[in-house]
């Protein structure tokens, strides 16, 4: 193989070492190989297939970036796995031996030059189009069942139903995956529409690009004159007036036409800050969807369908043991079974709870972290009879101020958090609020018998 190949492979490994510690880097990304560059693709080859789902989820995008900052000739990475390579390879990369790959080996996360769906359209500002999200595999509850509905009405409309749908939701919830589905349903059954999906943050430097290289003209008739535009995470252009100006322009024009546009953010288009007031009111005025945090129920079905999806045997208790515990976000939850899966493989043992115990103990800490945190919040304001949005509300009357302490006070006492941990959670207040409310909350326990009888009271129920 190419020695340069070898040598930037070296240091994007001593790299990825120095960001993900050591004991990431031994399990997951020292056993990648690289085979070699075709094209403009390097191609990498890890032990088995459970692997190669964590790395493509964790690791992908940053493995790319890395590339392309070595080596400006690549463009793509693909990723086989061993048992779809045929026999043992060398790991010393010394040969170039071509892998089978399977097409969907070396197409995930980048954009397949031989996609039929792909041929159409602007596809030079279209971003990768993920194969793995669709609706099928899209599993609905009840905090998601809107935003599916809507995505879906939209994918499958004749005649636009609402615009813009504007899909909103905290990170890792599936914002993403349906914006990818709605693209990929539309390519593939109304292929003559025109779509462009991308990030903001593509659409910024796209922009910035165009009036660099003097060619705004055509950026803005290449937007406008799309039949689908969809942009993700729309909160990157808080706070970037020029770009904002010019999407705003671009929405119109499309809204005018009869265009379809559909939106994804972390917030409501009210809550988003840094974005003018009548972009705000132009994003909420078709369709809002929210996504809302999980529930249990769903986090078990996901994950019942992500262990069939990998062909592994996870027994239910552990299934259960992950949707209890994992409670942060989807991506997370998936990151978790595709680690306890390589795990398992690698290792060749059966997975049962102690080995989840065994592969996941950070995960399951910092979880366990927020999980906490919430709960004394959400008990704390049930036990003094408030909305639970006072906890990080800026009000500081005395019925909603001393609650607030008293929950501060119980973070601290019952979790490992730090002061300014706590204060972020709590209307992201300064840690020395959260001091002061541990102090005040000892003095009124010493003078107040009353009150300490109340904060026993809760901390017994929060710690069983
Ligand atoms: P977001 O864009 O909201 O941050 P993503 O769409 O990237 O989140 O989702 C994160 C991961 O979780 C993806 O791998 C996605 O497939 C998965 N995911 C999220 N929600 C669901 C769901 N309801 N069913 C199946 N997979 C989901
Ligand atoms: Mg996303």
Avoid at 109 to 124: E, F, I, W
Avoid at 152 to 161: F, G, K, L, M, S
Avoid at 214 to 239: C, H, P, T, W
Wanted: aromatic fraction near 6%; hydrophobic fraction near 40%; charged fraction near 30%.
């Amino acid at each position: 193989m190419d020695r340069d190949l070898a040598q930037q492979w070296a240091r994007i490994r001593a790299r990825l070492r120095s960001e993900c510690g050591e004991s990431v880097f031994r399990n997951w990304l020292k056993p990648l190989t690289l085979i070699g560059m075709e094209g403009d693709c390097i191609r990498l080859l890890v032990p088995n297939r459970s692997m190669k789902g964590w790395i493509e989820d964790q690791y992908a995008d940053r493995l790319q970036e890395l590339w392309t900052r070595e080596n400006a000739a690549v463009r793509n990475i693909g990723i086989a796995h061993e048992e779809s390579a045929g026999p043992s390879t060398d790991t010393t990369g010394a040969t170039h031996r071509p892998a089978q790959f399977h097409k969907e080996t070396a197409a995930t996360r980048t954009q397949p030059r031989d996609d039929a769906l792909n041929d159409d359209g602007p596809k030079d500002i279209c971003g990768p189009l993920n194969s793995r999200f669709s609706f099928d595999n899209f599993i609905v509850g009840k905090p998601n069942e809107l935003a599916f509905a809507a995505a879906r009405r939209v994918a499958e409309a004749e005649r636009v139903p609402f615009n813009p749908l504007f899909l909103f939701g905290g990170v890792g919830l599936g914002k993403t995956h349906l914006m990818n589905a709605i693209a990929r349903h539309i390519r593939a059954h109304t292929p003559d529409r025109r779509i462009i999906y991308l990030s903001a943050e593509k659409f910024m430097h796209e922009f910035v690009r165009a009036l660099r290289y003097k060619n705004v003209m055509a950026f803005k008739e290449q937007y406008r004159s799309v039949d689908v535009l969809m942009i993700d995470d729309v909160q990157f252009i808080a706070g970037k007036e020029s770009t904002q100006e010019e999407f705003f322009h671009t929405f119109n024009s499309l809204v005018d036409q009869n265009r379809q546009i559909v939106i994804s953010a972390d917030k409501s288009p009210a809550e988003i800050d840094g974005i003018e007031e009548r972009m705000k009111s132009r994003l909420g005025c078709g369709l809002v969807a929210e996504i809302h945090s999980t529930t249990y129920e769903l986090r078990l079905g996901i994950l019942q369908s992500k262990a069939e999806a990998l062909e592994a045997d996870v027994p239910d208790g552990v299934l259960e043991f992950l949707a209890r515990k994992i409670t942060s976000n989807v991506r997370e939850l998936e990151g978790a079974l595709n680690r306890i899966v390589a795990g398992a493989t690698l290792v060749g043992r059966p997975i049962t709870l102690d080995s989840v115990l065994d592969w996941l103990p950070d995960v399951l800490r910092a979880n366990s972290r927020k999980v906490a945190i919430a709960e004394i919040q959400r008990s704390t304001a049930e036990h003094f009879n408030i909305k639970l949005s006072e906890m990080s509300s800026a009000r500081r009357s005395r019925a909603v101020a001393r609650p607030r302490q008293v929950a501060m006070y119980l973070c601290k006492m019952l979790t490992p958090c730090s002061l300014p941990e706590i204060g972020k959670k709590f209307g992201k207040r300064d840690h020395t609020t959260v001091m002061h409310a541990v102090r005040r909350v000892e003095e009124l326990c010493n003078s107040d018998p009353a009150f300490a009888e109340d904060v026993e009271q809760l901390r017994r129920v929060l710690e069983h």
